[in-house]
């Protein structure tokens, strides 16, 4: 079940920094949906984005080819009401709670952890990712257990939840009477109202030298001086929201978005409410991780687009929410 890694090549920059494969099957195809035993669910703290008008993409030519960030193109979204932050462990806990729901990689009996962050003893360490060995497949990592068997979600109840699937996060949002965005509203979002800028908040990664986001400070993957305050996640609300009001669309955890993901999507893509293809080898993910780094990683940039297999699960992914 486990992609071992077997050679020393350079790990391809495209996706292995981001994002963690450590699983090569699905354990459900077709999941059950949750059904909930009445409790009440946590309100979502939320905002009214405006309709509008935008250039989605990248204008600036920084994004990887692969990824398919260009070109540039105008789009057209109607009014949404989104999440300021992404879905804690609180309330994931809730939706638990309530459900008695399993995540995916609860059903695997493992998860990606980023080396630095594993708590987990040698015995539980079952191998690393293909390609990208800084990404451990920890036994006993899951939502509950964010950096091994022994670590607890209470410990971070207002850290975004993590170690969920694309599967899990539809699950939470049947659950809540939610959906995940678009990826064209996430972007639309992420921008805050600001027209063609690099990042949530402007041109300058750190303007007057304040971090804007948990981001890596050092070299990747082995030194983080953690200049910004984290090593792994931050709790939502630790830095400046955008123009929306809307909490760390940049850094701290990967947000998972309803779309699939293709490349060439943005060369002949609908100008009005973009939903994205409707195949694709993985779903979309937005906004970048505390792992993301300029040398290595630098989809912290408000325009740029991550994928990875909707049953896989990280220590750096997450989501947000959208009302219905
Ligand atoms: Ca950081
Ligand atoms: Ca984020």
């Known amino acids: 079940m486990i992609q071992l890694s077997t050679t020393n090549s350079v790990p391809d920059p495209g996706h292995s920094c981001c994002t963690a494969s450590v699983h090569s099957a699905a354990p459900h195809a077709v999941r059950a949906a949750p059904v909930s035993t ?32 260009s070109p540039a193109h105008e789009v057209r979204l109607d009014t949404f009401v989104m999440d300021v932050t992404a879905v804690t462990n609180e309330k994931f806990a809730a939706f638990v709670a309530d459900t008695g729901f399993s995540t995916e990689a609860e059903t695997f009996g493992s998860s990606a ?33 964010p950096t091994g068997p022994d670590s607890r979600w209470e410990d971070v109840a207002d850290h975004p939840v993590v170690h969920v699937s694309h599967n899990d996060a539809l699950a939470y949002c049947q659950w809540a009477g939610r959906r995940l965005p678009t990826e064209a509203e996430w972007e639309y979002a992420a921008r805050g109202g600001l027209q063609g800028k690099r990042y949530a908040w402007g041109n300058e990664l750190t303007p007057q030298g304040e971090h804007q986001c948990n981001i890596w400070q050092g070299t990747f993957p082995t030194i983080n001086t953690a200049d910004d305050g984290y090593l792994g996640t931050a ?28 490349p060439k999507y943005y060369r002949n893509s609908p100008a009005e409410n973009p939903k994205g293809p ?8 937005r906004g970048g991780s505390y792992l993301c780094h300029d040398s290595y990683c630098n989809r912290y940039r408000v325009a740029a687009r991550t994928s990875n297999t909707p049953e896989s699960s990280s220590g750096n992914c997450g989501f947000r929410t959208v009302a219905l």
Request: hydrophobic share 45%; proline share 6%; net charge negative.
């Open 113 to 145: 952890v980023f080396h630095l962050l594993s708590t987990a003893r040698k015995q539980d360490v079952l191998g690393v990712a293909a390609g990208a060995p800084w990404w451990l497949n920890i036994r006993g990592a899951d939502w509950a257990h």
């Open 235 to 262: 709790p939502v609300k630790s830095f400046p929201a955008n123009g929306y009001g809307l909490f760390e669309v940049a850094g701290n955890v990967w947000e998972w978005c309803a779309d699939w993901f293709l």
């Open 38 to 69: 009445g409790s009440a669910k946590p309100a979502h703290e939320e905002i009214h984005i405006p309709s509008g008008t935008y250039m989605m993409g990248d204008g600036f030519g920084e994004g990887y080819p692969n990824d398919g960030e």
């Open 278 to 285: 409707t195949i694709g080898a993985g779903r979309v993910m």
